[in-house]
């Protein structure tokens, strides 16, 4: 089995504070162990209408600022900032990727070569990103399907088709909720995604926004192969995400047991195995 590979998604959990990224990615790689960190890159004016730039933050207890384009901004990390994230994380052997909202992020984050992009399930169905990223990126390009209905995976992957692009795509299995409750996960949907599209994209993946790792193991077990949970250092900080997070305990359990799990998903190699045959002689009547 491949073993699986595992990103904690910072996102913007770092409270658009780089010396919180910094610490966020080092404890990510070196207590942690996971193999990729992922960030979030928006340009709010061009993502936001006005009426929503300059509405209030529906939840003001998490809001960073006066407005939600505020709020947005003060999250926000520059392209040098990126870079400087990238450097941080080939330092310490981690793989660095952000998720593009928009064109102009799409732009930018392709001029610093990140090994993946990933398109959020909010973005999937923005043509002109995807076409972009197809034409322009010679990177994988990972994609969510929260919210999705199937004609439109069936369109974005035939789409990737039409591009000579569909091996770089990896599809994630994903519920849009944030925390989701454990009924709402619906992990045969990786089931079904594989059934549906293993043949033709590169990997099935999970991304994850449930309370603890069990349901991670089981979409393991059912195929998956790339693993997102968002991270953070501590779940009550201000921000939407961080309650749907996993704090650093949690994060390396889960690389751990990942990890430990895939190696246990095999058959037997003989009818009985050399660990067996002490035990046998021993034992067996």
């Given amino acids: 089995m491949t073993t699986p590979f595992l990103i904690a998604e910072i996102g913007c959990n770092h409270k658009g504070d780089m010396a919180i990224a910094k610490e966020l ?34 939840n003001p207890h998490n809001s960073y600022g006066d407005t939600y384009g505020a709020h947005r901004e003060a999250l926000e990390l520059s392209l040098d900032q990126n870079r400087q994230l990238k ?11 952000t998720s593009v909202w928009d064109m102009t992020s799409a732009r ?13 399930s909010a973005t999937n ?10 034409g322009e990126y010679g990177g994988e390009i990972h994609l969510s399907v929260g919210m999705t209905t199937h004609a439109e995976e069936e369109a974005i992957v035939s789409r990737f088709e ?12 994903c519920t849009s909720g944030y925390p989701v409750e454990f009924a709402d996960i619906c992990l045969l949907e990786i089931s079904r995604l594989r059934e549906t599209f293993a043949s033709k994209v ?8 449930h309370l603890g790792i069990a349901a991670d193991i089981a979409a393991l ?65």
């Fill in 25 to 58: 990615i080092t404890v990510a790689a070196m207590f942690c162990k996971v193999d990729a960190v992922k960030f979030q890159k928006r340009n709010p004016k061009e993502l936001l209408s006005p009426q929503q730039y300059n509405a209030p933050h529906p």
């Fill in 202 to 209: 590169k990997k099935i993946g999970f991304s994850g926004h």
């Fill in 87 to 97: 450097e941080w994380c080939e330092e310490l052997g981690l793989v660095y990727s």
């Fill in 108 to 120: 930018e984050i392709v001029s610093i070569d990140p090994a993946f992009i990933k398109i959020p």
């Fill in 221 to 285: 077990a059912l195929g998956a192969e790339i693993f997102e949970r968002h991270f953070t250092l501590d779940r009550t900080w201000k921000g939407t995400d961080h309650a749907a997070s996993l704090e650093p305990d949690g994060m390396r359990r889960l690389a751990r047991d990942l990890r430990n799990v895939s190696k246990s998903l095999t058959r037997k190699v003989s009818e009985i195995l050399p660990v067996e045959q002490v035990q046998r002689a021993k034992l067996k009547c």
């Fill in 125 to 134: 169905l923005n043509t002109p990103i995807l076409d972009y990223l197809c």
């Fill in 162 to 173: 039409k591009h000579g692009r569909n091996k770089d795509l990896v599809l994630y299995s």
